[in-house]
């Protein structure tokens, strides 16, 4: 079964960055699906960025501001958020192939 464990989240004043990374137990080299979702105070889990087939799609909110990458010699995924506002506030998750993180909370501050 695999594990994925998330780190990177913290307080950050608007405008700031972050870098969440996502580390998994075993190879990610063949995960052909990969993501980001979060989860915002009173909302459901949303989607922010998946990589499906090739493809990379990106919510409108974050859309020139996240980037997702990965480095399969470490078996890890990653997201650089840029340009942070109040609303990326959330619990942030990372998704490997059905698989969750256990999440790792993002506070953007005014």
């Known amino acids: 079964q695999e594990l994925l464990v998330e780190s990177g989240g913290g307080l950050v004043q608007s405008g700031g960055s972050l870098r969440l990374s996502c580390t998994a137990n075993?190879?990610?080299?063949?995960?052909?699906?990969t993501g980001w979702y979060r989860q915002s105070p009173g909302k459901q889990r949303e989607q922010v960025v998946l990589?499906?087939?090739?493809?990379?799609v990106y919510s409108d909110s974050v859309k020139g501001r996240f980037t997702i990458s990965r480095d399969n010699t470490k078996n890890m995924l990653y997201l650089q958020m840029n340009n942070l506002k109040s609303e990326d506030t959330g619990v942030y998750y990372c998704?490997?192939?059905?698989?969750w993180g256990q999440g790792t909370q993002v506070t953007v501050s005014s």
């Open positions: 990589v499906t087939g090739g493809y990379t």
């Open positions: 075993g190879s990610i080299a063949r995960s052909e699906v």
């Open positions: 998704y490997i192939m059905g698989y």
